[in-house]
């Protein structure tokens, strides 16, 4: 089932960013107040009580006048609402409650989402600051004091948190659903092939670039099995992009690769791949999800018997460290070959689920390292002890050797080949982890 998302929410400065980073743990570190502009740190899974959740962490909200300051509030609460389970409206002790936070407030009341109202900068420990009560004008309940920076009262904030998770069988009736987001620059044909696959006009189509602004989600059932489609606003350059609203469109583009299983990334077939079709093509997979490249527009090419292996071979090219994702040529207006993204997508989330035996993964990298002896350095050379897979989405293999610093990555590389090649794993991208004998698992 999805993961429980957690938005933290409210004015710049109160700590978002550090409640965020305590969350997250070590490995991110926010520093951002502006949305959208530090896309790839924006969201990180965290855990409570054994249950796995995604922290979002969402810009300030601060209207620059009077004049903006409903639209400004409506977007910012939208893009911290939008797939939010629980809210974390986070305020700040030192300055007891502003106007801001009144508005966020109402505003977040108006949403119907559970909100847990987070005091941060109670920096001392022991008896809660009597200036805390005055957070109880906001109508948001009991407000939970914390130090961000230290620690203090965050379990007893999660507890709350996590009181309002949904229940871990409450997507049984969703049970071999897959959630598929369709990604890609704007203008590639991401809402056309949705409304293709629909059979309606569910969704605006415009030679506008940036007419999708929202995650439009869109279930199907059919002989193939059960989908969900999320159409998902275009991501471009963070140069080019300049509204507030297109901002938070990049940011729901992104938590829709987090919460989809196979990521269909549309390519334009009359532009070809374009280094921001690298970048959209990185996001997911470097988040490790079941990936198909779509080229779309294929009824504008004109065509002979070498032009879909040259346009082929080109994707490729464009796209060399994903070389695992199968390629299929449509026309989401005409429908050309749409039928066929069905079973790819099935294939891949199989393959992105896939758990290959112990005893079975150690024999071929038996064979593999017999047939390519594994590298030396000054006299010393590497010994693989074994090789475990650790989990999946995506298949993640652990191997123990001798010396880690001798696993070059040519022969990781190698080594994942060799694998591909005996059990498929098509479709998905597959992460090594290097342990040496004594490192603590």
């Not at 010393?380 to 050797?401: D, N």
Request: proline share 5%; net charge neutral.
């Amino acid at each position: 089932m999805p993961k429980p998302v957690v938005a933290i929410v409210g004015r710049p400065n109160v700590g978002k960013s550090q409640l965020f980073n305590r969350l997250a743990g070590k490995r991110l570190s926010i520093v951002e107040d502006t949305p959208g502009v530090t896309r790839d740190r924006l969201y990180a899974d965290s855990d409570w009580r054994g249950r796995v959740f995604s922290v979002i962490d969402t810009g300030g909200i601060e209207p620059r006048n009077d004049n903006e300051i409903l639209k400004f509030m409506r977007y910012q609460a939208e893009a911290a609402i939008h797939h939010a389970d629980v809210i974390i409206f986070i305020t700040d002790l030192k300055t007891g409650v502003t106007a801001s936070d009144e508005e966020v407030a109402s505003m977040l009341q108006r949403s119907g989402k559970p909100i847990v109202l987070a005091v941060n900068k109670c920096d001392k420990p022991g008896a809660p600051d009597p200036n805390i009560f005055e957070f109880y004008n906001l109508g948001l309940g009991e407000p939970f004091g914390i130090s961000a920076l230290h620690g203090y009262g965050t379990g007893d904030l999660l507890d709350e948190v996590y009181g309002y998770f949904p229940p871990e069988d409450a997507d049984e009736a969703d049970e071999g659903r897959i959630r598929v987001a369709l990604i890609g620059k704007p203008n590639v044909g991401k809402s056309s092939l949705l409304n293709q696959l629909l059979g309606e006009e569910r969704v605006i189509v415009s030679d506008v670039a940036g007419t999708t602004r929202d995650s439009v989600d869109a279930d199907i059932e059919n002989r193939y099995g059960k989908f969900t489609f999320i159409d998902t606003a275009g991501i471009r350059k963070k140069s080019k992009v300049e509204e507030r609203i297109e901002k938070f469109s990049v940011m729901r583009s992104l938590m829709a690769v987090e919460r989809a299983d196979v990521c269909v990334i549309m390519i334009d077939a009359q532009q070809g791949v374009t280094e921001q079709d690298t970048k959209v093509a990185g996001e997911a997979h470097n988040a490790g999800k079941a990936c198909v490249i779509v080229v779309n527009k294929w009824d504008l090419i004109e065509k002979d018997g070498k032009t879909m292996k040259e346009h082929t071979l080109r994707v490729r090219e464009g796209l060399a460290y994903m070389p695992y994702a199968p390629v299929l040529f449509i026309s989401a207006l005409t429908g050309q070959r749409t039928d066929k993204l069905y079973d790819l997508i099935a294939l891949a989330y199989e393959q992105n689920h896939k758990r290959i035996p112990t005893g079975q993964l150690n024999s071929v990298l038996s064979e593999a390292t017999a047939r390519v002896q594994p590298p030396t350095d000054k006299g010393r050379r590497l010994k693989i002890y074994y090789a475990t897979q650790a989990s999946t989405a995506p298949p993640t293999f652990v191997f123990f050797c001798n010396d880690a610093r001798l696993f070059h990555f040519s022969y990781q590389r190698y080594l994942e080949n060799q694998i591909r090649e005996v059990f498929g794993l098509s479709g998905t991208p597959v992460r090594i982890v290097v342990r040496q004998r004594g490192e603590k698992e």
